[in-house]
C-alpha cells in the first residue's frame, strides 16, 4: 500500500498540474469505487473548478468550487495518472475524471480496494480524519507527543508505528526503515522502549519518511506517481526486502525476514537486537 512518501508526492504532483482545472466528466466501470454512488459523485463534481488538493494520512482530497471535497483511497494497488485524452488506455483505469485541457485524471487498481468518495463539506470531511493520528512533519508531531504515544501500549513497537490511529502514514516499509536506523527490535513491545530509543526512533522515522519523499516514493511493487513514473526509493533500501543479504552497517550479520501481524518483518538480529 502507497505510504505518507508515496501519496504525498502524488498530491504534490497533482495539486502542481491541476489545481484550476475544471471537470468536464466522469466515466467508470466499477461502480462500488464511487461513493455514495456514482451517480452522487457525478452531480457533485461536473462542472467545479479544482481549487486545491491536500494530503491528510494516505487520502488525497480535492477541494472544489462548490465547496465539495472529493476524497481518494489508494488502498494497496490504487495509481492517479495525469494523461492526455488522446493517450492510449492505461491498465486497470476503472474511473476517470475528464478535465479542461483535453487532460484525463485515471484511477487505475488493479485489486479494486480504493475509492472515491464525495464529501458534503469539511464537517464531514473531518469526521472522517479524525480517526488517524497526527501527522508527521506538522507542529502535532513532536518527540513528547511520540513518546507519550509509544509509552501507553504494550504492542510490538512495529506494529503500533503502522497504526493509523497512533501515527498518520506510516506503513510497512518506513517501519521497517525506521526501526533499523534506530537499531531497536520491530518485536519490543513500545512501552518498554527507553527514553533515548523513543527519542532515536522518532528522528529516524522522520528520516526515512524525508528520504522517501526526496526519492518519490518507492516502486518495489505496484505503486507509480502522477506522470506514471516509478519512484526512486527502492534503490535506497536498508533492510526492507533485503533479506538474506549482509547489514549495510556491515556488524557480519544478515538481514532476516519474518511475519510481524501478519506483515513481512526485515531486520538485522544483529544491530537489533531483541
Known amino acids: 500500500m502507497p505510504e505518507l512518501p508515496e501519496v504525498e508526492t502524488i498530491k504534490n504532483d497533482l495539486a502542481k498540474s491541476l489545481v484550476g482545472m475544471r471537470i468536464t466528466g466522469l466515466w467508470w466501470d466499477s461502480p462500488k469505487q464511487l461513493k455514495p454512488s456514482p451517480q452522487m459523485v ?11 488538493i491536500e494530503r491528510r494520512a494516505k487520502i ?3 477541494f472544489l468550487s ?18 492526455d485524452r488522446k493517450e492510449p488506455a492505461d491498465k486497470w483505469a476503472h474511473i476517470i475524471l475528464r478535465l479542461s485541457d483535453n487532460l484525463d485524471l485515471r484511477f487505475c487498481d488493479m485489486r479494486k480496494f480504493g475509492y472515491l468518495r464525495i464529501m458534503s463539506d469539511e464537517k464531514e470531511l473531518d469526521e472522517v480524519l479524525k480517526e ?10 513532536t518527540v513528547e507527543k511520540f513518546k507519550k504515544i509509544l509509552s501507553v501500549f504494550s504492542l510490538p513497537i512495529k506494529i ?27 518485536r519490543i513491545q513500545a512501552n518498554t522502549l527507553s527514553n533515548g530509543q523513543m527519542v532515536q526512533l522518532f528522528h529516524c522515522l522522520l528520516k526515512v519518511l524525508t528520504e522517501g519523499i526526496k526519492f518519490r516514493g518507492a516502486s518495489d511493487q505496484s505503486y507509480l506517481d502522477a506522470f506514471g513514473r516509478e519512484g526512486e526509493y527502492q534503490k535506497h533500501f536498508r533492510v526492507y526486502q533485503q533479506d538474506n ?9 544478515k538481514i ?19
Open 160 to 186: 503500533l508505528l503502522m497504526d493509523q490511529k497512533k501515527i498518520a502514514g506510516v506503513g510497512n516499509i518506513y517501519a521497517n526503515e525506521a526501526l533499523f536506523l534506530a537499531g531497536i527490535n520491530p
Open 132 to 141: 488517524f493520528g497526527p501527522e508527521p512533519f506538522t507542529p502535532e508531531f
Open 245 to 253: 543479504k549482509s547489514c549495510p552497517n556491515k556488524c557480519g550479520g
Open 256 to 274: 532476516v525476514r519474518m511475519k510481524l501481524g501478519g506483515r513481512g518483518t526485515f531486520y538485522c538480529p544483529k544491530c537489533q537486537k531483541l
Open 66 to 83: 462548490n465547496q465539495k471535497i472529493l476524497i481518494v483511497h489508494l488502498k494497496l494497488t490504487g495509481r492517479l495518472l495525469i494523461r
Open 60 to 62: 488525497i482530497q480535492f
Open 42 to 52: 457525478e452531480d457533485n463534481i461536473i462542472g467545479t473548478t479544482i481549487e486545491k
